[in-house]
């Protein structure tokens, strides 16, 4: 299983950014999928959720109405469109596998529920 995460960078806030999780070695349409992030000097978080047909989504409080998870099965991808971006949404941002395709709110958002983890892509929101 391999997860490749991109689309970070920099920019300021209010700005916005995609980032994309290009999966592969898995039956992509069977697993739950997830974003975490990890800011600097803190322990990783969870982001958002996606279920299998992406119809089912969960997010962390402090992103939910900005922040937007999404997938395309048939591309083996995954997506989070960042809008309204602020300088505390800062971090290593990290797309994640779930162990199966269960889902459920409380379930996908713990970090113990994935077992693969992409290598990052870095956003940096400046003030």
């Known amino acids: 299983v391999q997860l490749q995460a991109c689309g970070g960078g920099l920019v300021q806030a209010g700005g916005s950014l995609r980032l994309s999780c290009a999966a592969s070695?898995?039956?992509?349409?069977?697993?739950?999928m997830g974003w975490f992030r990890q800011a600097p000097g803190k322990e990783r978080e969870f982001v958002a959720a996606i279920s299998r047909n992406g119809g089912r989504t969960i997010y962390t409080e402090p992103v939910q109405g900005r922040f937007t998870i999404s997938r395309d099965n048939a591309k083996n991808m995954m997506y989070l469109q960042m809008n309204t971006l602020e300088p505390e949404d800062t971090a290593v941002y990290y797309c994640?596998?779930?162990?199966?395709?269960?889902?459920?709110?409380?379930?996908?958002?713990?970090?113990?529920?994935?077992?693969?983890w992409g290598q990052g892509t870095k956003v940096t929101v400046s003030s």
């Open positions: 070695g898995l039956t992509f349409s069977t697993y739950v």
């Open positions: 994640a596998k779930g162990y199966g395709g269960y889902y459920s709110d409380n379930y996908s958002s713990k970090i113990s529920s994935y077992d693969y």
